[in-house]
């Protein structure tokens, strides 16, 4: 209509929930444009469109919400962790929140149905899986995050900042092989090399949060090499202290707790080339050994007790003269323990293997039978 006042007028504010501009949310705002803003008119005055700056989310998310919703809609294919998920909100919106406050945000998402998580575990990485209600879900959410993220660090130079790439990190690419493991200064040095911001944030997140990156690698290649240190132990340092930290367990030489820990952690490394192993650190190795060895133990208390059971059976069908025939040399009576004893070895070493041997010449049930001729 002509002589109606422009929607956005120049000079309005910004778009923006709760003080987070649009530019910095994973849904952009894209439901809330201003000729939808349900208190804007084209004859509202000025001051009613300042409300602009006043918008809420139509189905009730907060901002950090909403990033989070970004984050695991981008990457629910992958395992994700509390810890992970703090990492991304800082490196890529600029909200810094503890893993334990993103497990709470997690949790009211997932009591409103939005997502549904299970645990997971994929290589060395321990977490989630997510999934999410197609119908409660905002469909403006983004699969990709803001063009320039918002959240990184003044202190880190353009130059160094990763481009995010889809696909596999460094360390993925190395097939999550046991980077402690690698011989060779060059090969070690050349993963640490390697590294971007990105997967620095995927692998030690507690680390990232506290300002960690790509700079510091460089500068633990550097010192090190002044000081014709080996940097070998520098990705498994680094699983040290990621473990640490994220157990509150960070600790200095007189027992106190570390107040900043990029500091401690980057004098360590940088000064012995070494981060020791903390108390009660398991690395994935030795968890998988365990695991391992549990998982043995009950597949021999499984297998035993199945022969023991089908040795039972055995026993019940067996008449005087079967035993008889069985234990011919028994020419003084012995008592009932001694002979089931004697038997149940029968049954092991004569018995069963004859009863495998039976089941593995029967054909499948799903084998087609050949006619007779």
């Known amino acids: 209509m002509e002589g109606t006042p422009p929607l956005v007028p120049p000079g309005t504010p910004p778009l923006a929930l709760a003080g987070i501009l649009a530019t910095s949310l994973a849904c952009g705002l894209a439901c809330i444009p201003a000729g939808r803003h349900p208190g804007l008119h084209p004859d509202a005055p000025a001051c009613v469109r300042k ?4 918008i809420s989310c139509e189905r009730g998310l907060n901002p950090v919400q909403i990033n989070v919703l970004g984050i695991i809609f981008r990457r629910h294919h ?3 962790s509390h810890s992970s998920i703090a990492a991304e ?3 890529t919106y600029g909200m810094k929140f503890p893993a334990t406050s993103v497990k709470g945000i997690i949790a009211r998402l997932v009591k409103r149905n939005i997502i549904k998580g299970w645990q997971a575990r994929e290589g060395m990485n321990q977490g989630n899986h997510y999934t999410f209600t197609q119908e409660l879900l905002c469909p403006h959410i983004k699969t990709v995050p803001p063009d320039t993220p918002p959240g990184t660090p003044a202190s880190t130079p353009p130059a160094t900042q990763a481009e995010h790439k889809s696909g596999n990190t460094i360390l993925e690419q190395s097939e999550r092989i046991n980077l402690s493991n690698f011989s060779g200064e060059s090969t070690s040095r050349r993963l640490l090399e ?3 911001e990105d997967d620095i944030s995927f692998h030690w997140p507690s680390l990232a949060i506290e300002g960690f990156g790509t700079i510091q690698i460089r500068q633990f290649l550097t010192r090190l090499g002044q000081a014709g240190l080996s940097v070998q132990r520098v990705l498994e340092s680094l699983r040290h202290a990621e473990w640490a930290l994220t157990h509150s367990c ?3 030489g007189d027992g106190g707790i570390v107040r900043t820990p990029l500091n401690w952690v980057f004098k360590i490394i ?3 080339g ?5 108390e009660g650190y398991i690395s994935p190795q030795e968890q998988a050994e365990r695991d391992a060895e549990v998982e043995a133990k009950r597949r021999t208390t499984a297998i035993e007790a199945r022969i023991d059971a089908e040795c039972q059976t055995w026993l019940l069908t067996l008449s005087p003269e079967d035993v008889q025939s069985i234990l011919p040399n028994a020419q003084v009576p ?3 323990s001694a002979r089931d004893a004697l038997l149940r070895a029968h049954f092991r070493e004569h018995v069963r293997p004859k009863i495998l041997a039976a089941k593995s010449s029967e054909p499948r049930k799903d084998e087609k039978q050949e006619p007779e001729a």
Do not use: N, S
């Not at 409300?51 to 006043?54: D, E, N, P, T």
């Open 270 to 272: 940088a000064t012995d």
């Open 51 to 54: 409300q602009l700056q006043k």
């Open 89 to 91: 909100l800082y490196t």
């Open 274 to 278: 070494y981060y020791p192993r903390p």
């Open 194 to 196: 390697a590294l971007t």
């Open 334 to 336: 012995i008592g009932k």
């Open 250 to 252: 960070m600790r200095d």
């Open 78 to 80: 992958r395992v994700l």
